[in-house]
Nanobody, 118 residues
Framework: QVQLVQSGGGLVQAGGSLRLSCAASGSIGSIGDMGWYRQAPGKQRELVAVITSGSVTIYADSVKGRFTISRDNAKNTVYLQMNSLKPEDTGVYYC????????????WGQGTQVTVSS
């Protein structure tokens, strides 16, 4: 079994910063893509950023230049550094990890609330 544990998030004023972490543990073979998604109230879950196993990064246009995704393979952890936060960044943030062990499986974190006040 694989567990993803998220930390970080909270309430911040516009222009502020937050850092999210997501650590994988358990029966991990190897880790593929790691990413962050978010879901605002009344909206569908959307991609925020992805980092591949080769450390190639992809960002949603809305966060380019403000958010940075990174990973620490030794710790099986993915991070999302969020700077210059805007009220429209408010939502529940989920990490998503692809684990390779007898095939590929996708795991989601429990979600963490990020609220940006104006």
């Amino acid at each position: 079994q694989v567990q993803l544990v998220q930390s970080g998030g909270g309430l911040v004023q516009a222009g502020g910063s937050l850092r999210l972490s997501c650590a994988a543990s358990g029966s991990i073979g190897s880790i593929g893509d790691m990413g962050w998604y978010r879901q605002a109230p009344g909206k569908q879950r959307e991609l925020v950023a992805v980092i591949t196993s080769g450390s190639v990064t992809i960002y949603a246009d809305s966060v380019k230049g403000r958010f940075t995704i990174s990973r620490d393979n030794a710790k099986n952890t993915v991070y999302l550094q969020m700077n210059s936060l805007k009220p429209e960044d408010t939502g529940v943030y989920y990490c998503k990890v692809v684990i390779w062990r007898m095939g590929a499986s996708v795991y989601w974190g429990q979600g963490t609330q990020v609220t940006v006040s104006s």
